[in-house]
């Protein structure tokens, strides 16, 4: 007798309560208490959760596509980068005359390539507001064209995985040109100031952090909405069967396109948010091996549940921290190893093997 | 036949011109709701439908049998858009041509189908089954704002009684047993209110019991949708059909009620090899 839908609600509200704490005790330690109170966060702490909570959106939205809607995307780091990128663009400009070679209009690396004007893209991008607004419509718009074409020719399964690990990897090699305009292989960096205030302080590192945990937030709430409505349960039923849901009458091709052009969107946010944070973005990005790790993130948290991707991000994120200071050497190999072991013995990840321990201290 | 015809003869009249219809419209005062002429299709050389024709009357209950391979399943393919056939064509009542629509277009204009091995959603409970057939508007946009209201939710709750599942409403369909599954997915076709049912091995699985009631709910259904069933068991065939089509190498063989075929020698001959 298992109702759907009971005891997920606890595990969400204890992700909740955890995010808020994160959101908004850190950045308090870190600005109000002394630098040598025992309750002090350092700057380093703050940047570190702030990125851990821009990958855990990142990990939301792919739940979407894979835990929810079966669309096993290899390529969705394309996303974050993009919308990362149209932060970069916006944060290139504010630099203003600050830059190495110290033109009024042209970035850097333009200056270095001999070029005499700004490309007609880079118009716009002195505003906050377009920048944010290209942040969510330019991953938007290329998931709308790519599932548009993939989803109305029924491309389904491994060789729709397959494309969209072949479209994050052409993003790749095209980032890399200089004749892109887009910095080329060393990305867009160096930045100065967001807003006016400048990139590195600490009151901006915290309010940073806050932006992404909030940003968490109403996403995780807006996810949860969406899957427990009928367009979510219609969802899922294309997920299991797929055909089926065709022949009740639904597009099935529109469901899949509107999942995927949203959590492309989402992925597009949590770049936007990623990008001050770490102060770069550069074609490595797109490197289908970060695309890959997302797709861990999700499994090991467990797909289907949205609070086990962030769970997943965070856990895996931080592990590649710990590791990656250690012995930068393994990570790799832990990481294979991890996906293997995940797949084999937690099909639910860990989400799924708490709710087992849970399920059988009550019986 | 004024269930299904949807237009006032009053005006036909006064057109003066014969008859003229809105195209998209149902019209089914020949008699027939479902056409196939001269339907062919091949796999790969194999002759899976071989220049059948095939028409189902308004309200009418039909049985096919034949052989494995004799083209039954494809047949339901070509009719709800899966396949395309090669040559032919398909009308549902005299204006609408099937070939010229999708999957989901067949099943809003009302042609619904159930599958050889029941095909219901094991993550959603039996009512979340039930309410994603619910006859509605199926765009993107209506069914993120939907809300089932109290009609709706009384006729899911009473489709689940129909289908004996009424404990079980919010058990997820995948821990149902085989049979119940079949019943569930009946019900589903029956929440999309259909004109025209394709009901593809329905008693597979089910108890002697359960068979008694699916016989009597589709019976019950005779009049007010068309119904085609595909079934290998003959004495259930028995128990419903007033007509039988037996199928043959992609081709109907014969028609007629199930004494007459039964004795006809060419299905005797079909059917055991002669």
Known sequence: MKLTGLGHDKTATMVLVALAAVTFIIPFCNLALPADSPMHFSAYTVSLLGKYLTFALLGLSLDLVWGYCGILALGHGAFFALGGYAMGMYLMRQIGTRGVYGDPLLPDFMVFLNWKELPWYWLGFDHFWFALLMVVLVPGALAFVFGWLAFRSRVTGVYLSIITQALTYALLLAFFRNEMGFGGNNGLTDFKELLGFNIQSEALRAVLLMMSGITLMTAFLVCRWLVNTKLGRVVTAIRDQESRVRFLGYRVEMFKLWIFVFAAMLAGVAGALYVPQVGIINPSEFSPLNSLEIVIWVAMGGRGTLYGAIIGAVLVNYSKTVLTGLMPEIWLFSLGAVFVIVTVLLPDGIVGLLKRRLQEQHS | ?274
């Open chain 2, 1 to 274: 036949m004024t269930l299904f015809a949807e237009n006032s003869l009053g005006e036909d009249e006064k057109s003066g011109s014969g008859i003229l219809l809105a195209e998209g419209q149902l019209d089914t005062r020949h008699g027939p709701i479902l056409y196939l002429e001269d339907v062919s299709v091949s796999f790969d050389g194999f002759k899976a439908l071989n220049n059948l024709s095939l028409y189902i009357d308004a309200g009418e209950l039909r049985c096919l049998i034949g052989p494995n391979g004799a083209g039954k399943t494809t047949l339901m393919d070509v009719i709800t858009g899966k396949t395309r056939p090669d040559t032919g064509s398909v009308f549902f009542g005299q204006t609408i041509d099937l070939l010229k629509m999708d999957e989901p277009a067949i099943a809003q204009a009302g042609i619904c189908r159930k599958f050889q091995k029941p095909s219901v959603f094991d993550a959603l409970t039996v009512f979340e089954n039930l309410e994603l057939a619910l006859k509605a508007d199926k765009r993107t946009w209506p069914t993120l704002f939907n809300r089932l209201n109290g009609e709706q939710r009384d006729r899911i709750n009473q489709i689940i009684e129909t289908i004996g599942l009424g404990t079980h409403h919010q058990l997820r369909a995948g821990i149902l047993s085989h049979g119940q599954k079949q019943w569930l997915e009946i019900g589903m076709l029956l929440m999309q209110e259909p004109k025209v049912m394709l009901v593809d091995e329905p008693i597979a699985g089910m108890t002697h019991q359960e068979i008694e009631r699916t016989a009597e709910l589709l019976l019950s259904l005779q009049g007010q949708r068309s119904i085609v069933v595909v079934e290998h068991d003959m004495e259930f065939v028995r128990s419903i059909a007033s007509k039988v089509t037996v199928l043959h190498e992609g081709s109907v063989l014969t028609e007629g009620t199930m004494d007459e075929v039964q004795n006809d020698p060419r299905v005797i001959q079909v059917y055991l090899g002669g």
